[in-house]
């Protein structure tokens, strides 16, 4: 008999978060009482789905260890990249030994704190029979213009462009390997663009416009008010 499939959680956090131009990473910034990061990884754990959650933090980051939550049974700390797809597969790296090829990976920003169970159990519903996987994403409200300098140049078609938001949800050995051969690719933004370039299409499924990634300054009221929204 084969090992029924696990789920399992990665969690870049070793960014600096140069345009919040706070005075530590925005993911150790208080929102609602906790940390930013506690706030998703509490989520993350709600959701009641993962056999463990990897967080990868910079090895400089005097942070982290600080927090209770790093202690946690199902939590696991793995070191961090230069860019956010290195932290991803450096995560990945850590649980060689305990996940399989054919498991699934949710990878969740530590910046999106408003994560609903909801949309991880929409995400996981709606993909758990597919070959490749998808991320949530979100459609556009507003029409899309190309530009050039500040001329458009062209009105694009909003049906096609969609908004990745996190988490993106793959199969361990294909992420891990598409990862393994993009390595150093400045384009790769997203887990999603790591599998595209191998000529995949991971698919998308829309979520909830609540869960917004803290960028800059005005986004942590924003997120306090939806977490009191609800
Ligand atoms: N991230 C990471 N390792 C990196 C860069 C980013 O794990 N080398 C993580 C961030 O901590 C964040 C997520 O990836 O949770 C999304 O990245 P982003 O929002 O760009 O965060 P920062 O890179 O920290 O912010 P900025 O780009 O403004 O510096
Ligand atoms: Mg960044």
């Known amino acids: 008999m084969t090992d029924p499939i696990k789920f399992w959680g990665i969690v870049p956090a070793a960014g600096v978060g140069k345009r919040m131009q706070a005075n530590r990473p925005k993911q150790y910034l208080g929102l609602a009482g906790k940390t930013v990061i506690e706030q998703t990884l509490s989520r993350l754990l709600q ?12 090895e400089q980051d005097p942070y982290w260890p600080d927090l209770a939550i790093s202690q946690h049974a199902n939590i696991i700390t793995a070191p961090g990249g230069k860019e956010r797809a290195d932290s991803v597969l450096s995560a990945l790296k850590t649980i060689r030994d305990k996940a399989s090829d054919s498991d699934w990976v949710l990878v969740h920003d530590a910046a999106r704190p408003c994560i609903t169970t909801t ?3 929409y995400l996981i519903d709606s993909l758990v029979n597919d070959d490749v996987g998808g991320i949530l994403a979100l459609s556009s409200p507003d029409t899309l213009k190309r530009v050039q300098g500040n001329c458009i140049t062209e009105t694009l078609d909003r049906s096609h462009i969609w908004r990745a938001l996190t988490p993106q949800m793959f199969r361990y050995g294909m992420l891990k390997i598409a990862l393994e051969e993009t390595e150093g690719n400045p384009s790769i933004t997203d887990e999603a663009s790591a599998l595209e370039l191998k000529g995949l299409q991971p698919k998308i499924v829309e979520g909830r416009p609540d869960n917004i990634k803290i960028t800059r300054p005005e986004d942590l009221p924003l997120a306090q008010f939806y977490m009191e929204q609800q």
Do not use: C, G, P, T
């Open 47 to 58: 959701a009641n789905v993962f056999e463990a959650i990897v967080v990868a933090v910079s």
């Open 119 to 121: 949309d991880i159990q």
